[in-house]
């Protein structure tokens, strides 16, 4: 069998396989670790294996690269990319810190090296909330996510000013959507990532990152959830809840980019090498100081 393959080359090649929550459910299957930004970044910072594959999309395996810059990390989609990330660019972000010196950019892990870089701090939709909070009496800017950074301004009205970046796939929910479901379900909970509009979020019961969601329905007495993020997150859901019933808010709730790797693309990835992923030193060592000072307040 493949899986076994990928678990032999694995052995052999002293590597270790992690796989985001939006990937493939076989995907997430044969990974060593499955988990969000903040869970994956931390086991990359401290992993002793030589090899890193990461199934997600290149952001995430760059940050993986960033954190662990002796170790070899492979991208087993080279075309796997974020949308969001490349809705801010270095050369946009240094316009913005010469026009508003005194801001503290606060810059989603959604991002590419050079523009962590440039930034303050790095957060995930895991720790913003703590993160923002401790800097509550400065300006900031956060970037990419217009749609998270407006959440956290709606709810504590600190000085943000908002990067009109988004998640192609979280941004277009709509209110009428979550209307429909909760009339449809009228006894299940809403749970919704923050990267949703803010009147989506408004809306749910549970607002959380894909690892919070995941530990909410767990730990609820509630049976039955409306799932207001990207549909990977059912598996792990399902796997842990068998007597739960998760609704997903829409099918249209699927990452074309992170559905791109499948188990050939792992074992190719393990046998070939296939892609190594680089970060020029400057640039890594800037912005590995804003993963550590992340890392080290969440």
């Not at 050369?91 to 050079?114: F, G, M, T, W």
């Not at 979280?170 to 990267?195: C, G, I, S, W």
């Amino acid at each position: 069998m493949l899986q076994d393959d990928i678990r032999h080359l694995k052995k052999i090649k002293d590597a270790i396989i992690l796989a985001h929550y939006y990937q493939n459910a076989e995907v997430q299957d044969v990974a060593d670790f499955v988990g969000d930004s903040l869970e994956l970044s931390r086991i990359a910072a401290t992993t002793d294996a030589k090899v890193i594959v990461f199934c997600g999309v290149n952001f995430m395996a760059e940050t993986a690269k960033i954190l662990s810059p002796n170790k070899k990390v492979l991208l087993p989609v080279q075309e796997a990319k974020c949308p969001m990330a490349m809705m801010i660019s270095s050369s946009q972000l240094e316009a913005y810190k010469k026009a508003h010196p005194n801001r503290i950019i606060i810059c989603y892990v959604n991002s590419y090296a050079d523009v962590k870089a440039l930034s303050d701090i790095c957060v995930t939709s895991s720790n913003a909330e703590k993160i923002i909070t401790a800097y509550k009496d400065q300006p900031m800017l956060y970037i990419p996510d217009k749609n998270l950074g407006m959440y956290l301004k709606d709810k504590y009205h600190y000085d943000i000013d908002l990067w009109p970046g988004f998640c192609c796939i979280h941004n277009r929910l709509t209110a009428k959507m979550v209307d429909k479901m909760k009339k449809q379900y009228p006894n299940a909970l809403f749970l919704v990532h923050p990267e949703a509009p803010l009147a989506v979020s408004k809306s749910a019961d549970f607002v959380g990152s894909t690892k919070q969601i995941i530990d909410y329905a767990f730990h609820s007495p509630a049976l039955e959830f409306i799932i207001g993020t990207e549909k990977g997150i059912l598996h792990p859901l399902e796997k842990a809840n068998p007597n739960k019933t998760f609704h997903i808010l829409t099918p249209d709730l699927a990452c074309f980019d992170m559905k791109l790797t499948s188990l050939d693309d792992v074992y190719n990835s393990l046998k070939n090498d296939n892609y190594e992923i680089t970060v020029p030193e400057g640039i890594r060592l800037k912005a590995y100081e804003s993963l550590r000072k992340m890392l080290e307040m969440s």
